[in-house]
Each structure stands twice: as structure tokens, then as C-alpha cells.
């Protein structure tokens, strides 16, 4: 065989075993907070609960994205209301099995999301309990209706912009995708918790957990 010859042998086996090796799974760009920051819904104001993602993402080697907590905040005096699905970037966004749970914010917000509580997973990975498991954790906090945008001014929602511990109410969404409430089969507007602190969270079926997306 001349050398030539050898060479394009070797080329097109190499080109082969490229087409034919399993394709890497997207980095993870979406996950569950596997805890919260452990004072119920006083998470420090969406500084505080992006801190907190931003934490997360890093133990597990995706810290050098920039990682958004999905909550909105209502308006306050001099202050306009954000919105939660303005936080969170463009998409796509990935779990941490490779799974596409959505391509863009319009997708997030429609039928057509992959949003389950067997893709909507912790930044390791694991599964969170859900309506039927002990303890059920399927309220994930959100503050926000049901197309991403923060409530008006009037009733709390966001337990104070997410810094109160106590009285108050926050807008919850379901992992899991079932349950009570006004909305149950919502992901992110299922119903409102009934207080603000860790007990009160726990009570109704949380833990004080919530979502995080990366935006680049």
C-alpha cells in the first residue's frame, strides 16, 4: 500500500468513528434548586436567589455561566415590576441528563415544554419529590402567573419581592405537574403557599425550592 493510499485509509476510518461515537450532551442549563436557602421565602430579593443558582451551578462545574432565578417581583413604589421570564435569557435550555425541556420562552410558556418531574431536575441531577412522595416538594416558588409576568399591585405574591419569613403568600408552580390548587397542572402558577417561613412552605408541600436557568 503506497503511502498515499495509507493515509486516505486512515482519514476515512478516522471520519467513521467521528460519525459513529455517541454525541456529547448539551452542558445543563436548567435545574431545580436541590435546596433553598433555607429561610423560607426571605431569599435575600432575586439578588440573593440568582446568588444562590449561581452557587448551585458551581458545585457541580457550571458555575462560569450566569445563572437567573425564575421569580418575578412586583411593582413597588418607584420600582416597575420584573418579570420572570425576562430574567431568565433566550434558551435553549437543558437539564442535567441533555434533555431540551424548552427552546425559547415562548416554548417555556406553552404546551409544548418538556417540564415533568422527570425532567425537571436538580442541579445533580436527582429527582424531586412530588405529589404521592413523603415529603412532597412539588411547590417550587415562582411569584408569577401563568405567561411568566409578575403580579399586579394589590395582593403579595413574592412574600415581599422575596425577603419575608413570615405572614404573607408567594405563587408557587408544580414540578411535577399535578396536585391542588387553582391550577395544578401549572409548572410555574399552581397556587399561593400559605405563608412565607420554611414551616409554612413545608406545609403545603414545599421546601423553599426554585427554578434556575442560565442565560448564556
Not at 435575600?44 to 457550571?62: F, K, N, P, W, Y
Not at 417550587?140 to 413574592?158: H, M
Amino acid at each position: 500500500m503506497t503511502l498515499s493510499r495509507a493515509v486516505a485509509v486512515v482519514a476515512a476510518l478516522l471520519v467513521m468513528a467521528a460519525a459513529q461515537a455517541p454525541q456529547q450532551a448539551p452542558r445543563m442549563s436548567f435545574f431545580i434548586t436541590s435546596a433553598g436557602p433555607g429561610d423560607g421565602a426571605n431569599l435575600g430579593g432575586l439578588a440573593g436567589a440568582d446568588r444562590h443558582c449561581q452557587q448551585l451551578a458551581q458545585t457541580v462545574g457550571v458555575g462560569d455561566k450566569t445563572w437567573r432565578a425564575y421569580l418575578s417581583a412586583q411593582a413597588t413604589e418607584g420600582q416597575p415590576p420584573i418579570n420572570a421570564r425576562d430574567r431568565i435569557g433566550t434558551g435553549p435550555w437543558y437539564n442535567a441528563k441533555g434533555v431540551k425541556v424548552a427552546e425559547n420562552v415562548t416554548d417555556l410558556h406553552s404546551d409544548n415544554n418538556k417540564l415533568s418531574k422527570e425532567n425537571s431536575l436538580t442541579e445533580n441531577g436527582a429527582i424531586v419529590n412530588g405529589r404521592g412522595d413523603t415529603p412532597n416538594m412539588h411547590d417550587i416558588l415562582t411569584g408569577s402567573q401563568p405567561d411568566g409576568t409578575a403580579f399586579g399591585v394589590g395582593e403579595d405574591r413574592t412574600c415581599g419581592n422575596w425577603t419575608k419569613n413570615g405572614e404573607g403568600s408567594a405563587q408557587v408552580g408544580h414540578h411535577d405537574r399535578q396536585g391542588g390548587g387553582q391550577n395544578p397542572t401549572s409548572w410555574n402558577a399552581a397556587h399561593g403557599s400559605r405563608g412565607c417561613s420554611q414551616q409554612n412552605l413545608q406545609s403545603t408541600g414545599g421546601n423553599g425550592l426554585f427554578y434556575c436557568f442560565a442565560i448564556n
